[in-house]
């Protein structure tokens, strides 16, 4: 007769920031967003920082599934609404770190206005851009990130659309810092994203990540490992590299790095800084931080 | 749900003479609102310009968001953060509002809109007033939901309401509506803003119980699931999708049943408590007067030609526009030879009149299709030819 002995069960590692319940996610194999999500845990985790002082809002899409994942205070909204959702929270309460985790569909395609708005006040959230090229929650159709000839659902022939470049994008509207990287580029992910915790104002991380199921396979590229290496052999690391430079042709160069890194006061310092000046000591002022 | 006296540095207490749109802003922050995002739109934008105006010297925001989509969701964001929020707006703008609409409700996220009516569709008239929005802050954003939406005929009511407004929204966890109109909100009048001692304001009912036990979307008894603020340590997660107690997505139909019954019943059972409205003579009455808003001012001048040519009417002024008072409709169709119903629409409300009264009177119909307030002669030769 076998008496029960105690087996070892190794915790995941990943078990204190992520929804245990909600496991199996419904990533593709080959996918890259749970790669970025992977950094993103790493990097709150080598942070130090206060779980209970964390919130992530998502849009729609794939990417826009993480906010279910991760065991924080998380906001799964509507469509390309992510970051006006974003605004009210940090606003509601400034002592939170309120980062955006959303697609690039999701982010400059549907919610595009509220982007370029929220970087022009320099509202101070971070924001995780996933791109993926593709609008893959809906079947793969031509985004506003899609390169040029690609080949997508609702671009059966080939995209003639110009792309945006979303470093420029987000460089442009105002932005306190601005990263791009790869999936292949783990640690480099992490980096970003812990010296963006410590950074104020609008702060953008754009992550291109493999479409195994779609926009891979529309185009004849092969799986993920087969994406990783072209990440490999075509992306470049140019930390600073003006970001007019930065366009991503069909299966082209990618520039990636830290591109801008500047200091600014968000939305409520200088809403604060300025009452204050004008309107003296009537003024009472809001959700200033010790 | 807890009652609590309002917070004095939000309540200019004193008599004044303004606008309606002003006295929603006052409404707000009487009520504790210190979150408001919006976007211009006559003829509305004075609600905000006096937020905006007044907000420095209470602490709290004001954001000009880009959009009334935007301005929407931002209030969703800031009640998960603990905030009352509010916006106001008018037609257009409303059309844009209706996404996310469904989002606080779906999320059951309290929030306040102000929807100052002008005439549609479309651009319409910017300047002037309008009543056909009442079906749309109904039924607007998709799917199955309830909302709760009141409708001041003045000024002072517009304050009075607006307090009304946030109580109901913090109590049943429901985006509730402020259904003016241009002429109210532009109508100056006299505007009691009683002290902060007497004004009643509800507190959410906030969870207090083990962390690891909060589940958001669990019904208590009265209903109404507990709320937290995010930053609290809950670490909870709510979405837009359908979902069950945990907030957790479930995509079938047995948890779309338990959701969108959940988001409707605990409107509808609650009803008799939501329910306002100020009835006057309906009791030997040959024929009832249904309006609300600036039309039941209008209407009042018909009401009294027809007392004076000897006809028994009533009225009934909906204060609670939606949940629509159905049962007291009801009972006095049993009576009455008919209802006679002005809006400044083509027939909005007075569908619910038919559908309430259910064959045993006619909802007559008193059209304007916006622009400016009905003539009561005509209101009253409706009366009129109702009585015969």
């Known amino acids: 007769m076998t008496k029960d002995v105690e087996r070892f069960e190794p915790k995941n590692p990943m078990e204190d920031f992520l929804r245990m319940d909600r496991i199996p996610h419904i990533w593709c194999s080959g996918c890259g967003i749970g790669v970025v999500l992977t950094s993103f845990v790493d990097a709150l985790r080598k942070s130090e920082i206060d779980l209970n002082k964390v919130a992530v809002v998502s849009g729609i899409g794939c990417t826009g599934r993480v906010a279910g994942y991760v065991k924080l205070d998380s906001y799964h909204s509507t469509h390309g609404r992510a970051i006006p959702f974003a605004t009210g929270l940090k606003l509601g309460n400034p002592e939170l770190q309120v980062v955006v985790f959303s697609g690039d569909g999701d982010l400059v395609g549907i919610g595009g206005n509220h982007f370029v708005h929220a970087a022009r006040r320099n509202m101070d959230i971070l924001v995780i851009c996933v791109n993926n090229f593709n609008y893959a929650m809906t079947g793969g159709q031509v985004a506003a990130t899609s390169p040029l000839n690609a080949n997508l659902s609702t671009a059966p022939y080939g995209n003639f659309e110009y792309p945006f470049s979303l470093p420029y994008l987000a460089d442009a509207c105002g932005a306190t810092y601005v990263a791009r990287w790869t999936c292949l580029h783990i640690r480099r992910v992490t980096m970003s994203i812990q010296e963006a915790f410590q950074r104020k104002g609008f702060r953008f991380i754009e992550v291109i990540a493999p479409c195994v199921t779609l926009y891979a396979r529309r185009n004849r590229l092969g799986d993920g490992l087969n994406l990783l290496k072209y990440y490999h052999d075509n992306s470049e690391i140019r930390h600073g590299a003006d970001t007019r430079t930065l366009d991503i042709g069909y299966q082209g160069k990618m520039i990636v790095g830290k591109f801008v890194d500047r200091e600014k006061p968000p939305f409520l310092e200088c809403m604060n800084t300025h009452l204050k000046k004008v309107l003296g000591d009537k003024y009472v002022p809001y959700g200033e931080q010790p | ?388």
């Open chain 2, 1 to 388: 749900m807890k009652k609590v006296k309002a917070d004095p540095k939000g309540v200019l207490t004193g008599a004044h003479y303004m606008d309606g749109d002003f006295a929603i802003a006052e409404g707000a922050l009487a009520a504790g609102c210190r979150f408001f995002a919006g976007y211009p739109i006559t003829p509305s934008t004075e609600t905000a310009e006096r937020f905006v105006e007044r907000i420095p010297f209470v602490g709290g925001v004001f954001i000009q968001m880009e959009d009334e989509i935007a301005s929407v969701t931002a209030l969703i964001g800031a009640s998960w953060a603990g905030k009352k929020a509010m916006t106001v707006t008018s037609g257009p703008g409303f059309s844009l509002m209706m996404e996310n609409i469904g989002l606080a409700a779906m999320m059951e996220a309290p929030i306040v809109i102000a929807n100052v009516q002008r005439g549609g569709p479309s651009t319409g008239l910017p300047t002037l007033v309008g009543q056909q929005d009442m079906m749309q802050v109904r039924w607007g954003s998709h799917g199955d939901y309830k909302i709760i939406a009141l409708s001041p005929d003045s000024p002072q009511e517009c304050f009075d309401l607006t307090i009304q407004a946030f109580n109901l929204s913090e109590t049943y966890r429901v985006p509730t509506f402020i259904m003016t109109d241009e002429c109210v909100g532009h109508m100056h009048e006299k505007v009691v803003i009683p002290p902060a001692d007497k004004i009643e304001v509800v507190e959410r009912k906030w969870y207090e119980g083990p962390k690891d036990k909060y589940l958001p979307y669990k019904p208590d008894k009265d209903m109404i699931p507990f709320m937290v603020k995010a930053g609290d340590g809950y670490r909870f997660h709510t979405t837009g999708l359908t979902h069950d107690e945990r907030g957790y997505p479930v995509i079938n139909a047995e948890c779309q049943d338990w959701c969108v019954r959940h988001l409707n019943d605990k409107i509808t059972k609650n009803a008799d408590k939501i329910i306002k409205y100020e009835e006057e003579q309906t009791d030997h009455a040959e024929v009832v007067v249904v309006s609300y808003g600036i039309t039941s001012r209008v209407a009042y001048r018909a009401v009294q030609l027809a007392r004076k040519a000897g006809i028994k009417v009533g009225t009934l002024r909906l204060i609670t526009v939606w949940p629509f008072p159905e049962k007291r409709i009801k009972a006095l169709a049993q009576k009455v030879k008919a209802f006679v119903v002005p809006e400044i629409n083509y027939g909005q409300m007075v569908l619910e009149v038919e559908r309430a009264a259910a064959g045993k009177a006619p909802a007559i119909h008193v059209p304007h299709c916006g622009g400016g307030v009905h003539n009561p002669e005509d209101v009253f030769s409706v009366i009129k030819e109702a009585a015969k």
